[in-house]
């Protein structure tokens, strides 16, 4: 069984419609468990209230960043796993950009196009 994000606390940093999914970017992330995330970014299906995805971005230990600051991390219900590390994991936009795409790609998002919500 997979571990999803513990969030006690976050800010919301963007939110977008995507196909029959809401997707929401929190930062500034207080956390409930052992990870240091920088970015967390939940898929919701429409209708439901539990994340069918999450991608998120987090902060390595000093002594595992050999190839990177941060690692980028899909999770869902069927896997935990890390996708890449590397610094730029830290920064907002690039974040955002891959996660979209990871969520395209496992959520079956191909045909649609992601909508910034204000």
């Avoid at 967390?40 to 999450?54: D, I, M, N, R, S």
């Avoid at 190839?67 to 590397?86: F, Q, T, W």
């Amino acid at each position: 069984m997979t571990a999803f994000p513990k969030i006690k606390t976050a800010i919301p940093q963007r939110r977008y419609r995507y196909g029959d999914f809401l997707v929401t970017v929190l930062g500034e992330i207080e956390s409930g468990d052992d990870r240091d995330y920088r970015f967390v970014t939940a898929f919701v299906k429409e209708g439901e209230t539990q994340p069918q995805l999450y991608v998120v971005s987090e902060r390595l230990p000093a002594g595992e960043r050999a190839n990177g600051s941060h690692a980028l991390r899909v999770i869902n219900r069927s896997m935990d796993e890390v996708m890449d590390v590397d610094d730029r994991w830290q920064r907002l936009s690039i974040h955002v950009d891959q996660a979209l795409q990871l969520g395209s790609q496992l959520l079956g998002l191909e045909q649609e196009e992601p909508y910034q919500l204000a």
